[in-house]
């Protein structure tokens, strides 16, 4: 018994460890695989993590891991993907599997996890593929850059390869890289610490690599280095001051591009820049959206300089906000000995409704004596902004009644209206003597005369002519003029608004909007039109909506504008006529305050939370108007989920649907770039066109000369841009001035399978004598865009040249082209005689307005696409209006719209709105142009495509794919997507 009791003693700690699992860090890396093959999937999760913190020591496992890659679980594979980036180039052997991981990740959030073990592993086996990976994805477009910003720190091996694409020679690399400091800059990690800070050990040469780029040929490099050094080291970031204050004189940066930039090290710039303030409001734009600037601002309205006085007033013009403490400083300088200071100050007064506007006129009595003629224009400007408290300066505005200068006698009159109605009639002989006198367009006269009203009763009869002028234009305001002379001619002139109202058939362009205002004017004596405002608001579904509810409003019919907002307030889909509703509403003045409580009783009552918050944002807008109504904003606000604010669980699994489809979207979208900043200032119009072989071909401007390249693969990848040299010569029958433009028109392929691009030479003296000469000129290309022919010109006719052509020239019978120009009517150009005639595109024959397209079906059609949208079967002859065009003008005059006709016989509109418009907008016909669908498919909608004049373009690339050109900043992009997509 002794004799156990010892063996006991002694072998019981070995029983004991023999049955005590050991800890995870004694496991041999043997041990762990066995795991990872057998184990549950707790004891492969404690696996991984124990190989994690081994790294190369656990190079034996590599096989294992590989096939672990397959497991459908995304936690789990990026648990493998760290333990391969742990052991580093041992891993190897996983680079395929991982390439192919990555394939699967198109957005920024995954891409980065796959990247880092990626570069982690090749860093000291195939630097040259890691830098390539790299390099690949920044091709990829802007997503590539946020999966870097994401990544940076998390990969200390990641840094110098960026470092070195900041100099690299393809521009694109330079910009993407400077571009992923930039997004770090602005990027938190989870203590609110901005992603850059960390790579000062991890990225030492980073901030001369940055500084160094702040000279690069590409001012896109060089900003976003300038944004990315600020952040990173304030000390360094001095230095970018004088370079950001070049930018913003040369007009190469904006405001709020200047401030960003600054931001960091706002109070060390901000000396430096308003020292060297003078006369430069971008400059100054760029200090008022700097809180630091603002007390320097202030003390800066007392320097010795003029250039200084005059900018730092331009900035505290552009903070409403600090109204209260700035008008009273700005008010001092209201007798400054400099002119264009006192105007600047005046103006910044009557801008910010400061209690000193009644000071205004007396500081701008010298301005209106002594003045230059644009100090003049300014000082008038002002004083109708002001009206009533300007009355101190409304002798010397009479006095420029009898001015030489027409302009100058225009701007007067409508300052004395603004002013002082009953001095205005002192105005109505001079507007006569223009009416006899100018050339066709009078819409400034009568628009004077309308608002003199009774006391223009001496201009009735040569206002009552000019109802036959052919301009619609005028028509309509001779109309308006005359019910507002006389209140007895008010039922003549609306039946005479009424009665193009009616022929207009109610389609959507401006036309209709222009006659709604000229009725909202003629106020209650417009009465007999209220039947025909009841039928539009039935037949016409939103287009007019908010114009008929002001117009109801002036004419005294607030039924009618109650039955708007009852219409709209549950369809929150419709919301842009809210936006037009309210930006009428300032012109009614007093009814603005009778009709906004209705809007807040329906934001009580209504039942989309939507609605509420939008209108309530609305109210808040309207500013004093609403205060004045007695509306307070924040109680409008009341009850409604608040942005940011977490949403109701009902609304969770919609929101993650459209999530996962936008996914899907972008996973299918990857941008190709066309040509990486093209340095051309504005007008850069990006066009594209396809050769018989496929060869598509882009035309753009670049510094004052066309560029061109083409690509032989469908849009994969694009050669090198080269010059069109025949474009940059200024032809011999334009003057040479020193400010010149080259403005670029359209590339189009021909029957013959040539190539035609046009453009203008432009010579501007307007400051000198008022012209802008324009010429339209084109080049031929007989090798798909390789070599390209001498210029040639189209025109003039009767001694005045032809303007821009912005879309397709389109292939004519016997060898001529028809030109949609962008003024005037359509011309039919003969190349070999230089013959031009025009081609009647008439819905009626009272009309002949400018095309901004003319396109022609695989059927034969023709399509017009300008202020409204028509169709003509018949070679032109005659031409029928479409109804419910999806991307009908809205006072663009079809800019930004393009039609692709298709082979199969469908034909695609590709359209955008305005210069802040996002994504790409496409919609179809499968009935030749007659029916079109009714929502758009919309591509890319977070990308910022300003759509005015930088209209994206699409084209046709085989049987199965079209591809749109357009233009992000400043690079020009190619998207290829499936036909059916867009279009099915």
């Not at 459908?72 to 993907?81: A, D, G, I, K, Q």
């Not at 700005?330 to 209690?355: K, N, Q, S, Y």
Request: aromatic share 6%; net charge positive; proline share 7%.
């Amino acid at each position: 018994m002794r004799l156990f009791a010892v063996l006991v003693l002694v072998l019981l700690p070995s029983i004991l460890a023999a049955q005590v699992p050991k800890a995870p860090a004694e496991r041999t890396v043997d041990e762990l695989i066995l795991d990872l093959r057998n184990g549950t999937d707790a004891q492969k999760t404690q696996a991984l993590k124990v190989m994690q913190k081994l790294g190369p020591k656990a190079k034996k496992a590599v096989p294992d891991l590989v096939a672990a890659l397959s497991r459908p679980e995304w936690e789990f594979r990026l648990s493998v993907m760290n333990v391969l980036g742990a052991i580093g180039p041992d891993a190897k052997d996983a680079v395929p599997a991982l390439k192919l991981e990555l394939a699967k990740y198109t957005t920024a959030d995954n891409a980065q996890f796959v990247i880092a073990p990626i570069i982690k592993i090749l860093r000291g086996v195939d630097r040259d593929t890691a830098h390539a990976m790299v390099k690949f994805r920044y091709q990829q477009g802007y997503s590539g850059v946020i999966t870097f910003a994401h990544l940076g720190t998390y990969s200390k091996e990641l840094t110098p390869f960026l470092i070195e694409f900041l100099e690299d020679t393809d521009v694109v690399v330079r910009q993407q890289s400077a571009r992923t400091f930039m997004e770090m800059r602005g990027k938190l990690d989870a203590n609110g610490i901005p992603l850059i800070l960390k790579l000062r050990d991890a990225g030492k040469p980073l901030g001369p690599a940055l500084f160094k780029r702040l000279e690069d040929d590409d001012i896109d490099v060089a900003q976003f280095a300038a944004n990315a050094l600020t952040g990173l080291d304030p000390q360094l970031g001095t230095k970018v001051i004088p370079l950001v204050v070049k930018w913003c004189k040369t007009r190469m940066c904006s405001a709020e591009v200047a401030a960003n930039i600054l931001r960091p090290i706002a109070r060390d710039a901000i000396p430096a820049a308003i020292a060297s303030f003078d006369f430069d409001w971008q400059i100054a734009l760029c200090m008022a959206k700097l809180d630091e600037a603002y007390e320097p601002l202030l003390k800066a309205l007392a320097h010795e300089k003029s250039g200084v006085r005059y900018s730092a007033a331009v900035a505290l013009r552009a903070r409403p906000k600090d109204v209260a403490t700035s008008a009273p400083a700005l008010a001092a300088r209201l007798m400054d000995p400099d002119l264009d200071v006192r105007i600047v100050v005046a103006d910044a007064l009557v801008r910010l409704e400061a209690e000193q506007i009644p000071d205004v006129a007396a500081s701008l009595v010298k301005v209106l004596r002594e003045g230059t003629r644009e100090q003049q224009l300014k000082s008038l400007m002002t004083l109708r902004r002001a009206g009533e408290p300007g009355e101190p300066a409304v002798p010397e505005i009479q006095r420029l009644l009898d001015s030489e200068d027409e302009t100058i006698r225009d701007f007067a009159a409508s300052a004395l209206i603004s002013i002082k109605p009953s001095a205005a009639s002192k105005a109505v002989p001079m507007l006569c003597k223009n009416l006899n006198e100018k050339m066709p367009g009078y819409g400034s006269e009568l628009k004077s005369l309308a608002a003199i009203g009774p006391p223009a009763h001496e201009a009735l009869a040569q206002v009552r002519e000019l109802l036959k002028f052919p301009d619609w234009q005028t028509r309509i305001a001779a109309a308006e003029a005359m019910a507002r002379i006389d209140p007895k001619l008010a039922e003549t002139g609306t039946k005479f608004i009424c009665d193009i109202l009616r022929n207009q058939g109610f389609f959507p362009t401006e036309e209709p909007r222009v006659l709604l205002g000229s009725l909202q004017r003629i106020g209650p004596a417009a009465k007999s039109a209220v039947p025909l405002l009841e039928k539009m608001l039935s037949t016409c579904d939103y287009w007019y909506d908010a114009e008929i509810a002001v117009t109801a409003l002036a004419i005294g019919k607030s039924e009618i504008a109650e039955a708007v907002i009852r219409k709209h307030l549950n369809d929150p889909q419709e919301r842009n006529t809210y936006f037009r509703l309210i930006q009428q509403m300032p012109v009614l003045k007093w009814k603005v305050k009778r009709f906004l409580p209705k809007i807040l009783d329906y934001l009580k009552v209504a039942k989309v939370p939507q609605a509420k918050r939008y209108l309530a944002e609305i109210i808040a807008v309207m500013g004093p108007d609403a205060k004045a109504a007695g509306l307070r904003p924040r109680l409008a606000m009341k009850n409604l989920t608040p942005r940011g604010a977490s949403m109701q669980r009902h609304y969770l699994f919609p929101v993650l649907a459209l999530f996962i489809l936008g996914l899907h979207s972008r996973a299918e979208d990857q941008p190709v770039v066309v040509a990486p900043s093209p340095k051309a200032g504005g007008h850069i119009h990006p066009s594209i066109c396809r050769t018989k072989d496929g060869t598509l071909v882009v035309v753009y401007k670049g510094p004052q000369v066309l560029m061109r390249t083409r690509s032989t693969d469908g849009g994969k990848t694009w050669e090198k841009p080269e010059e069109i040299a025949t474009s940059a010569k200024r032809p011999n029958v334009i003057r040479e001035t020193k400010i010149y433009e080259i403005y670029p028109g359209t590339v189009d392929t021909l029957p013959d399978d040539r190539l035609v691009t046009t453009w203008n030479y432009i010579a501007d003296e307007k400051a000198k004598d008022g012209y802008y000469e324009r010429a339209l000129l084109y080049s031929i290309s007989s090798d798909q865009g390789k070599t390209w022919s001498d210029q040639a010109l189209i025109g003039p006719i009767e001694k005045t040249h032809l303007g821009a052509v912005r879309h397709n020239v389109l292939p004519w019978s016997e060898g001529r082209w028809l030109l949609p120009l962008r003024v005037g009517p359509p011309r039919l150009f003969d190349p070999k005689t230089g013959k031009l005639e025009v081609l009647s595109v008439k819905e009626s024959p009272a009309k002949q307005p400018a095309f901004q397209q003319i396109s022609r079906t695989a059927k034969g059609t023709l399509l017009a696409m300008g202020p409204v949208f028509l169709r003509s079967t018949d070679e032109g002859k005659t031409w029928t209006p479409i109804k419910d065009f999806p991307a009908a003008p809205d006072g663009d005059s079809a800019e930004g719209r393009y039609l692709t006709t298709l082979s199969d016989g469908r034909v695609l509109v590709t359209w955008g709105v305005g210069t802040m418009n996002k994504g790409l907008r496409y919609n179809f016909s499968a009935d030749d142009g007659v029916t079109w669908r009714k929502d758009p498919v919309t591509l890319l909608p977070e990308t910022n495509v300003a759509a005015r004049y930088y209209s994206a373009r699409t084209v046709q690339v085989d049987e199965q794919n079209i591809g749109t050109v357009y233009l992000t900043g400043s690079v020009v992009y190619f998207l290829k997507v499936k036909m059916d997509r867009v279009a099915k």
